[in-house]
Each structure stands twice: as C-alpha cells, then as structure tokens.
T-cell receptor
Framework: EAGVAQSPRYKIIEKRQSVAFWCNPI?????LYWYQQILGQGPKLLIQ????????DSQLPKDRFSAERLKGVDSTLKIQPAKLEDSAVYLC?????????????FGEGSRLTVL | AQSVTQLGSHVSVSEGALVLLRCNYS??????LFWYVQYPNQGLQLLLK??????LVKGINGFEAEFKKSETSFHLTKPSAHMSDAAEYFC??????????FGKGTMLLVSP
C-alpha cells in the first residue's frame, strides 16, 4: 500500500517569495491534515479536511497561508508571501476518518527554508 | 482544551538500559493517547495508542505505555534500549472528534 506522498522534499526561498507544497494521501482516506513542525517543537495543526471540506483551520495564518483539497483527494498548501518564521517542515497526514482514535499516517514532510 | 507535556527534551541511555519517556496530558474529556516516533528526515510513525481499553498498551519495537488516570500520565517504556531506537518521540492526545495535539517531543539518544 502506497503511503502519503509529499513534494517537494526540500525548498529554499527568500522572504516575500511564494511556495507551494503538494500532498497525495493514502487511497481511500477521507481526512487530510497539514501540520507545521518548527525545529525543536511538536507538529502543530494548520488545517484539517474531511473529503474536500475544511473541518478546522483555526491555526492557519490566513493572511499568508492557503490550502485546498479539490475533488477530495490530493491537496496543496501555499504560502505567499513567506516570512523567516515560516521556516519549518510541513507534514501532510491522512486518516480513514475524523474520529479521534484513528491513526494518522504521515508523509516524509517538505522542509522549507526561508532566507 | 487539551494539551500534552513531555518532560525532558533529551534523554540519554546506554544500549541495553531501560528507556523511560515521560508524558502528562490534560483533557476535559476521556482522552485518546498516542506515542509517535520520528526518525531523521522522515515523517511520524505510530508506536502505540490508548483508546479506553486496556490501560497497559503494547506497541511496535518492544515499546509499551501505561495509562494512569490518577496521575494523568502516559509514560513510554522499553526494557532494553537498542541503537536503532535513537529517534525523536512525540506524545499526543485527542478526544472524540478533536484533532491530535502533540507535545514538544523527546529526543532519545542511545550510546553503545
């Protein structure tokens, strides 16, 4: 069974530039998550989708971050314009449903460096 | 609201020694508790989870954790550390329909 796919693995940009990350979840998983993991910290949820609808985006900095999940499958997370503090690993995860006891399956992450 | 506190950002053990990683949680409703492991440059992988069944939970790679409601704890243990256990470990909590909240992580260092 294929896991969660993310690209690119690494990205270096200058501040005020834009960047986009792509995620393809495990086939059949209805719920998709984007987490931000800053060095030395645990992952922080940015946005959760159930199929193609947003369940929770309360911690998404909406002035610069956007995400979509068209057709309820793959998803794109965009940052525009980037700030230095956006340097982090962006983890995509998926699960069968949005029940609290369900296991999340994570991709390898996209590491962003903002100079 | 829910939260997780992991005591110690780094834990060092010798190969063959007991591993103990501490996690305390806060939740207003009965929690679901998880331990995830992250190897360098990889995503997180589930080690084990507690979902209100047995309080002693066994996971992969010889790890286990015990849910203690009175202490609001879910510490992770392994009787004998192996070099391959060196990684970062995250405790996480969710409740019902809420999303997963992670602790800050504990880096486990294993020396020969």
């Amino acid at each position: 069974e294929a896991g969660v796919a993310q690209s690119p693995r690494y990205k270096i940009i200058e501040k005020r530039q834009s960047v986009a990350f792509w995620c393809n979840p495990i086939s059949g998983h209805a719920t998709l998550y984007w987490y931000q993991q800053i060095l030395g910290q645990g992952p922080k949820l940015l946005i959760q989708f159930q199929n193609n609808g947003v369940v929770d985006d309360s911690q998404l900095p909406k002035d610069r971050f956007s995400a979509e999940r068209l057709k309820g499958v793959d998803s794109t997370l965009k940052i525009q314009p980037a700030k230095l503090e956006d340097s982090a690993v962006y983890l995509c995860a998926s699960s069968l449903n949005d029940r609290g006891a369900g296991e999340l399956f994570f991709g390898e992450g996209s590491r962003l460096t903002v100079l | 609201a829910q939260s997780v506190t992991q005591l110690g950002s780094h834990v060092s053990v010798s190969e063959g020694a007991l591993v103990l990683l501490r996690c305390n949680y806060s939740s207003s409703v009965p929690p679901y508790l998880f331990w995830y492991v992250q190897y360098p440059n990889q995503g997180l992988q589930l080690l084990l989870k507690y979902t209100s069944a047995a309080t002693l939970v066994k996971g992969i790679n010889g790890f286990e954790a015990e849910f203690k409601k009175s202490e609001t704890s879910f510490h992770l243990t392994k009787p004998s550390a192996h070099m391959s256990d060196a990684a970062e470990y995250f405790c996480a909590v969710s409740s019902g329909y809420s999303t997963l909240t992670f602790g800050k992580g504990t880096m486990l260092l294993v020396s020969p």
